[in-house]
């Protein structure tokens, strides 16, 4: 059973170092100031968001934080059975996105919970984002994608 859990955990492991790493250095690199690499369409940024994946819910951070743990455990717990490769690496970016943002809000703030995750990618008009936000959207992508290839091929 373990070497089920094993690729999910190693995916969520590197999305959970990976946005740590990039939220680190966007809080030191872009904390006096924004960096535009493509005038209009993209832009690295340094912001504190209080609410959920592109700046959603502001006023919902620590419902939020309780949700990713159960999110997390849920997934976790649907591991427990066989499962499609893809399936496996979503679940995988499910839980590193969800841990990567928690990690936050346990760590930068005065509270249980209360922290503000760090968004750095400004992309056109998609509201500041992170990794673990990244993550968690391409999951849902895969997700989708496994969906209807599971239903064309019924």
Do not use: C, H
């Not at 999910?8 to 680190?24: C, E, G, N, P």
């Not at 872009?30 to 832009?43: K, R, S």
């Not at 998609?126 to 994608?145: G, K, Q, R, Y």
Request: hydrophobic residues 55%; neutral net charge; aromatic residues 10%.
């Amino acid at each position: 059973m373990t070497r089920r859990y094993l690729p999910s955990l190693a995916i969520a492991v590197i999305v959970v170092a990976l946005d740590a790493l990039t939220k680190r250095w966007a809080q030191t690199a872009f904390a006096d100031g924004d960096l535009i690499l493509i005038p209009g369409f993209l832009g690295l940024t340094f912001v504190e968001n209080p609410g959920a994946a592109f700046s959603l819910f502001p006023d919902f951070g620590q419902v939020l934080g309780v949700a990713a743990i159960l999110v997390t455990g849920i997934v976790l717990w649907s591991l427990r059975r066989p499962r499609p490769g893809i399936e496996v690496a979503a679940f995988g970016l499910v839980i590193g996105g969800a841990l990567g943002n928690l990690v936050d809000r346990v760590t930068r703030g005065d509270g249980l919970l209360d922290g503000k995750v760090v968004d750095w990618v400004n992309l056109w008009w998609i509201p500041t984002f992170n990794v673990a936000d990244a993550a968690v959207t391409v999951a849902v992508f895969l997700l989708l994608m496994q969906a209807w290839r599971t239903r064309e091929s019924s």
